[in-house]
C-alpha cells in the first residue's frame, strides 16, 4: 500500500514559479514510477510529467518541457514538480500518482492516486 500526499500548490502571478511536492509512505517508494497529472476546471485531466523508479528517465508534457523539471529523491521518498515561467492556463489541481514498474509517458492507470494540490496563476 502506497499513500501520496501532494503540498505546494498556491496562488501565482504569471512568470511565477512553484515547486510541488509528492510524498509517498511505504518502504517501497523506489519500486513505482511516479506521474503528475492535472485538471483544469471543465477539461479532462491531462499528463504533465514522469519520472522513473531511478530517477533517471523522465517524460515532459509538451505543455511542459521548457518549463517544468521533475525528480525525486527516493531517500526521502519524495517526487518534485520544479514549475516555473507559469501561464494563467496552468491553473489547476495537480495529483500524483503511482504505478509500479517502468515508467511509461502516456498512461493513466495508476495503482495509486493523491487527493491533488491546487495551483492558480493569476493573470
Known amino acids: 500500500q502506497v499513500q501520496l500526499v501532494e503540498s505546494g500548490g498556491g496562488l501565482v502571478q504569471t512568470g511565477g514559479s512553484l515547486r510541488l511536492s509528492c510524498a509517498a509512505s511505504?518502504?517501497?517508494?523506489?519500486?513505482?514510477?511516479i506521474y503528475w497529472f492535472r485538471q483544469a476546471p471543465g477539461k479532462e485531466r491531462e499528463s504533465v510529467a514522469a519520472?522513473?523508479?531511478?530517477?533517471?528517465?523522465?517524460y515532459l508534457a509538451d505543455t511542459a518541457k521548457g518549463r517544468f523539471t521533475i525528480s525525486r529523491d527516493n531517500a526521502k521518498n519524495t517526487v518534485y514538480l520544479q514549475m516555473n515561467s507559469l501561464k494563467p492556463e496552468d491553473t489547476a489541481v495537480y495529483y500524483c500518482?503511482?504505478?509500479?514498474?517502468?515508467?511509461?509517458?502516456?498512461?493513466?492507470?495508476?495503482?495509486?492516486w493523491g487527493k491533488g494540490t491546487l495551483v492558480t496563476v493569476s493573470s
Open positions: 500518482g503511482a504505478r509500479s514498474g517502468s515508467v511509461a509517458p502516456i498512461r493513466d492507470d495508476m495503482e495509486y
Open positions: 511505504g518502504r517501497t517508494f523506489s519500486s513505482y514510477s
Open positions: 519520472i522513473s523508479r531511478s530517477g533517471g528517465g523522465t
